[in-house]
């Protein structure tokens, strides 16, 4: 993995947990905060980015609402990203059997281009040589 792509989701994953422990700060000052450790902010964040929306688990405070609201707005990014990496995929493999690649190793391969005789006399040689 290239250290851009390292160093952006160790941020994201930083940023996801400080959100997780906010929600827990906000949620477990309330009377009637239903978030009040790390597994039920886990759980909701969970819930929420996966577009389910049980509700067994909401927020009840303004700061809560607005950290789900982050997790709203993320879910739509991380969505569209894995549908995007996803349909790139099946758009990679559906060319590269378009293009014979499917199956192919490449190995012990010589790629000849440009017949001539001298190229015939280097294809003798080769031939006999193994």
């Known amino acids: ?25 906000f949620e477990g000052n309330t009377t009637n ?4 450790n790390l597994w039920d902010s886990f759980w909701y964040s969970i819930v929420t980015l996966a577009t389910v929306g049980y509700g067994d688990i909401v927020p009840t405070s303004t700061a809560g609402k607005v950290i789900g609201l982050i997790f709203v707005f993320g879910s739509i990014t991380v ?15 559906r060319e590269r059997k378009k293009m014979g690649y499917s199956g192919t190793k490449f190995e012990n391969h010589v790629v ?19």
């Open 1 to 25: 993995m290239n250290n851009k792509r390292t160093y952006s989701i160790i941020g994201f994953l930083i940023i996801y947990v400080i959100l997780l422990e906010l929600l827990i700060y």
């Open 33 to 36: 905060g239903k978030i009040n």
């Open 79 to 93: 969505l569209g990203a894995v549908i995007g990496k996803v349909s790139d995929f099946i758009t990679d493999m």
């Open 112 to 130: 000849i281009i440009g017949l001539n005789a001298f190229v015939k006399q280097i294809i003798k040689t080769l031939l006999d040589a193994h």
